[in-house]
């Protein structure tokens, strides 16, 4: 090894790091049922995969993880359709309407979330919207958040005018630029937007808290916190309910590492 | 052939339509509750009888009780010790993770993937790391031979807990980071070289400046959304407790409205709270002004 190598066992040691929660969170899960906790650091290499059937045995766990599926599956095409729209549609709107756009997504970035709990619980509740999938997904009718909507006007502005230009004396309507022109370019954006929306909706615990009632609609947010309570200090049984929520979005962004892997060259 | 029942829309008003949805989910979902959840200040509401009018007694109730105090000060104390550090510690990992190396992508992935969790699955395993008795964190420190604090259980200990495992989920900060580095032309690079500019010179003359509107920006963004939104990971942690030690405004405004049925006095103690982010925004926009930051451009990194 090179005294320059400095530089890679200093970026392995910061990983190591950031992956320790992890380790931990894993062990724990694959900590043999009835075992006492261990009371000093050890690595024992004696792992079960028990804890997993005990969570699925307590709770309906399979139900649960059906939910959020269906949650993300709404709500992250709809959030992409919405927010690549408003993105496109900023993007090739005059200056000065651009600019007015921009200030409007600001100023509803800074609204505070809290702020629309029990004002938004009350309109879900008039619109027959409590306890319903609908009340988790409705932000994504709106983009989900304009956040996304930035983005995509930021990816979408880098495509010269004169390509859109282009494509509209060839008879192009507005969608068909939108889908043959600008999501091909944009697609890094879309990507990344994509695996936002899915954490953010996989992982959302408000929604569910207060606009659900019935136990057969819950999200993993949600049962996670149910499991806390019927656990009280299994705690191999709860890591392993927490895994369990863990694995898909881990999976994901794995996946899309590449993508990531690329920003910044 | 279409038959002409209305006249044509003309390309700029089909792109404006492409903004109808995003425009209507605002007013819906966005722009009525907040302006309902203000004027409900002014109200007892409890969600069952109609709400009847209180003038500004809600105020007078919330700014004098005791908790509401507290909880200004649980919030303010989670944002000016954590965001700077987490800003801090985002920047320097994106300095670290700069260039090429062998297996870079990995690296990089593993600094962000604690930030795809989902924030009850993070704030149950750190429950568990953070366990007095069992749990590692308590474990490694002891091997180490640090006497480990009682954290979630312990007054003292509580903040600085939930600051420590906030460290963790600094994802967003480092990508933007990584991407402001990169624009840092290398010609500019090259030239500190040639005149002899060493490492920790170039970093202070040369990086930290050119950095430092994306810093300052990425902190406030961190401001406000630690002080907004930091209710999941708290609920299912602490609480609130020990004794109040982590109780923060969303907290507050939680309990008085879905646990004490106080919409009223909750809007009132979410007046503080858009005052609280108010004063962050116009501190954010007197300091870009000053800087010249351009408020087109950098903003939408954030």
Not at chain 1, 120 to 131: E, M, P, S, W
Not at chain 2, 46 to 74: C, H, I, K, R
Not at chain 2, 152 to 180: N, R, Y
Not at chain 2, 275 to 286: D, E, H
């Amino acid at each position: 090894m090179e005294i320059r190598d400095w530089r890679f066992w200093a970026r392995l040691a910061v990983t190591a790091v950031f992956l320790l929660p992890l380790l931990w969170l894993l062990t724990a899960a694959l900590h043999p049922v009835g075992r006492p906790l261990p009371t000093t650091l050890s690595l024992s290499l004696d792992f079960t995969l028990d804890n997993f059937r005990r969570v699925w045995q307590l709770v309906p766990l399979g139900r649960f993880m059906l939910n959020s599926l269906l949650v993300v599956i709404l709500a992250v095409p709809i959030t992409l359709v919405v927010s690549s729209w408003a993105g496109f549609g900023m993007a090739q709107l005059p200056k000065a309407s651009q600019r007015r756009w921009i200030v409007l997504s600001l100023a509803v970035l800074m609204v505070p979330g809290v702020a629309l709990w029990a004002s938004r619980f009350f309109l879900y509740t008039r619109l027959g919207l409590y306890d319903t999938i609908l009340a988790l997904i409705a932000p994504a009718f709106m983009g989900s958040s304009p956040f996304f909507v930035l983005m995509f006007y930021r990816a979408f502005r880098r495509i010269p005018v004169a390509i859109y230009e282009a494509a509209r004396l060839e008879g192009a309507g507005v969608l068909a630029s939108w889908w043959q022109i600008g999501l091909p370019i944009a697609r890094p954006t879309a990507v990344g937007v994509a695996l936002l929306t899915f954490v953010l909706y996989w992982g959302d615990f408000v929604s569910p808290l207060l606009y659900l009632r019935s136990q057969s609609r819950y999200t993993l947010p949600v049962a996670l916190q149910l499991l806390q309570q019927l656990t009280a200090s299994d705690w191999p049984l709860l890591m392993a309910g927490v895994l369990l929520a863990t694995i898909i979005p881990v999976g994901l962004f794995l996946l899309l590492q590449p993508y990531f892997a690329r920003l910044g060259g | 052939m279409r038959k002409p029942l209305w006249r044509p829309l003309s390309y700029q008003q089909r792109l404006r339509l492409l903004l109808l949805p995003y425009l209507s989910g605002i007013l819906l979902l966005v722009a009525l509750p907040a302006l309902l959840s203000f004027g409900l200040a002014f109200f007892r509401y409890d969600a069952l009888s109609p709400p009847t009018w209180l003038g500004t007694l809600n105020f007078l109730f919330v700014t004098t009780d005791e908790l509401f105090l507290l909880s200004v000060q649980n919030s303010l104390a989670l944002v000016i010790l954590p965001v700077p550090l987490r800003v801090m510690g985002a920047f320097l990992l994106a300095i670290l993770l700069r260039r090429n190396g062998r297996f870079l992508g990995w690296f990089r992935a593993s600094i962000y993937l604690p930030s795809v969790l989902p924030t009850a699955a993070y704030a149950l395993a750190w429950l568990w790391i953070l366990n007095p008795l069992y749990g590692p964190m308590n474990l490694l420190l002891q091997a180490i031979g640090i006497a480990p604090p009682a954290w979630f259980a312990d007054t003292q200990w509580a903040k600085p807990g939930l600051l420590l495992l906030s460290l963790w989920q600094i994802g967003e900060g480092f990508l933007v980071c990584l991407a402001a580095l990169q624009d840092i032309p290398s010609t500019v690079e090259d030239a500190a070289l040639v005149d002899g500019a060493n490492r920790v010179q170039r970093f202070f003359y040369l990086t930290l400046p050119l950095m430092a509107p994306i810093l300052l920006l990425l902190t406030f963004r961190d401001a406000i959304l630690t002080l907004q939104e930091s209710f999941t990971t708290i609920f299912l942690l602490t609480g609130g407790g020990p004794y109040y030690a982590t109780y923060t405004l969303p907290m507050l405004i939680y309990e008085q409205g879905f646990g004490l049925l106080l919409f009223g006095a909750a809007s009132a103690a979410l007046w503080v709270l858009y005052a609280l982010t108010g004063l962050i925004v116009l501190a954010l926009y007197l300091i870009a002004r000053q800087w010249q930051i351009g408020t087109t451009e950098e903003t939408f990194v954030l």
